[in-house]
């Protein structure tokens, strides 16, 4: 006879164990507040521990919202996966193509490297920190170098050679790279005729989906959910304390790092993505999910703007992390059986909650293997 399916309360039971010893106002090895999200095909939770912010009592639920760094990146992806899909672009395409002309860079660079992170561009563009009107601080230039970079500033990197492949053939590596995704997202909108990413987004994921609390962090949206928005911190080891950090700012580069969302809305996106809430992005959702690469870690590959992880059962684990100064975030889904799990912090840096997310996704994978 059939063991029971796990419950809502179990797993919620479970979610609460593993993740309350990490919630605290100070400590190393705590954050402010954490949201969890989890998917299968019986469950669809969101929970929140701690507080939006420190010295508020308002608590973190699964709408409150939080800055979800690179985990911006899998929009991006999926965008192109979606035009890929519908026979609109093609990973061959050079990105020069669907770039500017006074944004040409290295003509061997296809969209499949973009998104692949096999560009063999650098990290950021070199003129980040050097580039003209912009008075530093110290702070700023280490926590979010990319603040109000804009169009210019990286037209000026490419004509000055600051952001060409320095580490070899694109191709032939993976290398990560915020400038390849910012890059990627700059092609999209010139491919379907937005004037930033945020439009973009909006009209290819968050609408479509229903996402009503992702976006990037432009002033409107922040002032209508200011309400239940996460405070992001950043730890003090030398006070044993939490001090505020603001909302990561990417500027042009916004589509590979500057998206804010919460766990429920990240949850739209884990059902679309592990194939159990049909919609109009499932076939974008199974071209993303695309092998595209290798990274130089054993058993890991890469698809759109994600990294695959092969266990030793068999199955792959699709994973994005995300890390700002202020707020650090992880979503991760296996279709076998299908489990999709996002994790936010609004602590920066905060490198618990990778192991904590592992540790989550074998155990509730283990007991809907066992039913």
Not at 332 to 339: A, I, L, Q, S, Y
Request: with cysteine.
């Amino acid at each position: 006879m059939d063991k029971p399916i796990p419950s809502n309360e179990l797993f919620t039971n479970l979610i609460i164990h593993n993740v309350e010893p990490h919630v605290g106002k100070y400590g190393q090895d705590k954050s402010p507040g954490i949201a969890v999200g989890l998917v299968t095909r019986e469950s669809d939770i969101a929970l929140g521990f701690g507080q939006v912010n420190i010295g508020l009592p308002m608590p973190i639920d699964g709408n409150t919202i939080f800055g979800i760094g690179s985990i911006s990146k899998l929009f991006t992806g999926l965008i192109l996966a979606n035009g890929i899909a519908h026979g609109e672009l093609s990973l061959s395409d050079k990105a020069n193509k669907w770039l500017k002309k006074d944004m040409q860079i290295d003509d061997r660079i296809t969209l499949r490297h973009l998104v692949s992170h096999y560009s063999g561009l650098p990290n950021f563009p070199g003129n980040i920190i050097s580039r003209k009107g912009v008075s530093w601080d110290k702070e700023t230039a280490e926590l979010m170098p990319a603040k109000d970079y804009t169009r210019q500033n990286l037209t000026d990197c490419i004509k000055q050679h600051l952001c060409n492949p320095d580490q070899g053939v694109p191709g032939k590596k993976y290398i990560y790279s915020n400038l390849g995704i910012g890059l990627l997202s700059i092609v999209l909108q010139n491919r379907y005729s937005f004037s930033d990413f945020e439009t973009l987004n909006r009209e290819k994921i968050t609408n479509v989906l229903n996402m009503k609390r992702t976006a990037t962090n432009i002033p409107d949206f922040i002032r209508r959910n200011k309400s239940n928005m996460a405070q992001g911190y950043q730890y003090d080891g030398q006070s044993n304390r939490f001090k505020p950090v603001d909302l990561s700012d990417m500027g042009v580069l916004a589509g590979a790092g500057e998206l804010v969302s919460c766990a429920n809305d990240m949850n739209l996106l884990m059902g679309q993505l592990i194939g159990l809430r049909p919609g109009p992005l499932d076939m974008a959702a199974r071209e993303a999910q695309r092998v595209l690469g290798d990274v130089e870690i054993e058993g890991t590959k890469v698809a759109y703007a994600h990294q695959i992880k092969h266990i030793r059962s068999g199955a792959e684990i699709h994973f994005k992390t995300g890390g700002t100064p202020g707020f650090t975030g992880i979503v991760m889904w296996r279709d076998n059986p299908k489990v999709g799990l996002v994790i936010l912090s609004n602590r920066g840096r905060f490198k618990i909650l990778k192991p904590l997310s592992q540790k989550l996704m074998g155990t509730i994978s283990q007991m809907l293997i066992k039913t």
